[in-house]
């Protein structure tokens, strides 16, 4: 017997989670204001290079996503293998976001045990295979549907991934969510906290300060950030560059999927003077990636490196970023 729940494949990716509430929503126009409102705002840690939007599990405030949490010892406990788990979550219209090594699933391509985070959107208790996206072989966002034997094996096999507590795996810690698309939730769109939205980005605002209870887990380091229109800038003072020119290119195509959706929506006008800024923020984006890319391969091969013919290319897409936000604040 199949169990499919709808998935469709995110219109950005960037952290698995995010991918995740994308994905479910992207199914349902009525959450399109929702998803709209929110992927504003982007922080940076300045230390370790983490980086996502605002806030970090957007599920935790998304009225469309009800969301749960269970401790490895539940499932270890109750269910003889991983995937009857799994059978039981997906028959009652839930999706698995859950923590599992990488080695034993081989699209991963890794013989290092280590772990990540798919969702599990379909079984087949026929072919004993499971549906799963995430960031596979080269970091690559694409579907996988894995045997039964990976993925009880992935289960399993947890506490032989590198830094993983086995406590975490034994007591009552929550490392398994379960997310369940609410089809009884509306939502409006507020042009007021929209606006809210853009003021902040635009004015750097450190949201963990502000706003403490929203994420718990920066909290000690929440000093640490660097948050807004100000990432731009600061995108090559991180050991992960790669990763944040993934969180800005993310963060600039959604202003397209947004422009055109707030048109279609009458929120906002037709105009092809914003139009062709968003496009030449995503294309200048792009351009200084691929640059970074080429000085980066070129570091590596010869030791030599020109990183300063990018810092051009950052400033343009700050200017014409900040035109974009004000264009918004001024038309809504």
């Not at 109750?78 to 997906?90: G, P």
């Not at 042009?191 to 909290?219: A, G, H, P, R």
């Not at 422009?259 to 800024?277: A, G, V």
């Amino acid at each position: 017997m199949k169990t499919n729940l709808p998935f469709n494949f995110p219109m950005i990716t960037h952290v698995p989670f995010d991918n995740c509430i994308l994905g479910i929503l992207q199914n349902y126009p009525d959450t399109f204001d929702w998803i709209y409102s929110n992927f504003i705002n982007v922080y940076m840690n300045k230390r370790n290079g983490a980086d996502y939007f605002f806030p970090k599990f957007l599920w935790n405030i998304c009225p469309f996503i009800d969301t749960y949490t269970l401790p490895f010892i539940f499932v270890k406990n109750n269910f003889t293998n991983y995937t009857d788990f799994l059978e039981s979550c997906l028959k009652d219209g839930f999706y698995v976001y859950s923590i599992l090594n990488m080695r034993p699933i081989h699209k991963y391509k890794t013989q290092i045990d280590d772990d990540h985070n798919p969702i599990i959107t379909n079984i087949d208790t026929l072919s004993r295979t499971v549906q799963m996206y995430d960031f596979f072989y080269n970091g690559i966002y694409t579907m996988y549907e894995c045997s039964y034997d990976e993925m009880n094996e992935s289960f399993r096999s947890l506490p032989q991934c590198k830094g993983f507590n086995i406590e975490d795996y034994l007591n009552n810690y929550t490392e398994i969510i379960l997310l369940k698309y609410n089809a009884q939730q509306k939502y409006t769109f507020n042009s007021d906290n929209f606006k809210k939205s853009i003021k902040d980005f635009l004015n750097c605002t450190n949201l963990l300060s502000k706003y403490d209870s929203c994420l718990v887990l920066e909290n000690n380091d929440k000093d640490s950030f660097f948050w807004g229109i100000e990432c731009w800038k600061n995108i090559l003072q991180s050991p992960m560059v790669r990763r944040h020119f993934s969180l800005l290119l993310a963060h600039s195509k959604m202003w397209e999927y947004r422009y055109q959706y707030f048109s279609e929506k009458e929120y906002l006008n037709n105009s092809d003077y914003i139009e062709s800024i968003i496009s030449d923020l995503s294309n200048t984006a792009k351009i200084a990636l691929n640059l970074y890319l080429k000085e980066s391969m070129r570091k590596n091969k010869v030791g030599d490196y020109n990183f300063e013919r990018i810092f051009p290319l950052l400033k343009e897409c700050e200017a014409l970023e900040y035109k974009i936000c004000e264009y918004f604040l001024s038309h809504l």
